[in-house]
């Protein structure tokens, strides 16, 4: 399943792609995202819980990072596993910063996943996409506050991340719960169902 989305960050691109490149500061602005070890050479070994509806998942495995300042892209391509429901993820996210104006940035995402086991139930088009709509908005929120603490004053210039910057306290990864989410598509489906019966009996 292929999903891309576009984003813009009151920043410029400089100062959006030096703060996009602290791996540790991007998985804390994903909701049910973090980083447990770094193994050298860019590769990361990292969680994602989630939660839909009655069941909820923690992936466990490795993320790799490649990026390419001169074309202001990068790949970050990732795999895990549930041991709890024998779901497994796999899947790549390649992202582009654009400089709109001096200090507008912005972000475009394709992301690639596939999904099997358990879960793979939930990878609906309409589901994956509204996941990937809340995520991004959160993620958005989150990441603008980063980039706001850490950068300095002028933001025009691009010195973000350097010392003099106020340590963030470290978060506990919260589980991304789409329950609310998960309910809302059954009871549709379910009124779709009973629509569908009501127009056959005519």
Request: glycine letters at 10%; proline letters at 4%; one cysteine or more.
């Amino acid at each position: 399943m292929k999903i891309t989305k576009q984003f813009s960050l009151a920043y410029p691109r400089d100062v959006v792609w030096k703060a996009m490149g602290d791996v540790y500061q991007v998985a804390e602005c994903l909701p049910g995202a973090s980083i447990v070890e770094d193994m050298g050479d860019n590769r990361y070994k990292g969680k994602f819980s989630v939660k839909v509806g009655p069941m909820a998942a923690s992936f466990a495995g490795e993320v790799g990072i490649e990026r390419k300042p001169e074309d202001w892209t990068a790949v970050v391509t990732g795999k895990g596993a549930d041991a709890r429901s024998g779901s497994r993820a796999t899947g790549s996210m390649t992202y582009a910063l654009a400089a709109r104006a001096a200090d507008q940035t912005d972000v475009d995402v394709l992301c690639e996943i596939n999904l099997a086991g358990a879960l793979a139930q939930f990878g609906k088009g309409a589901v994956i996409q509204e996941i990937a709509n809340r995520i991004t908005a959160e993620f958005v929120r989150n990441f603008e506050a980063k980039v706001a603490a850490s950068a300095p004053a002028d933001a025009s210039q691009p010195q973000a991340g350097q010392q003099g910057s106020a340590p963030q306290e470290p978060r506990a990864a919260e589980s991304l719960d789409v329950g609310n989410l998960f309910w809302t598509m059954m009871k549709e489906r379910i009124a779709a169902f009973f629509r569908r019966l009501s127009g056959g009996s005519k």
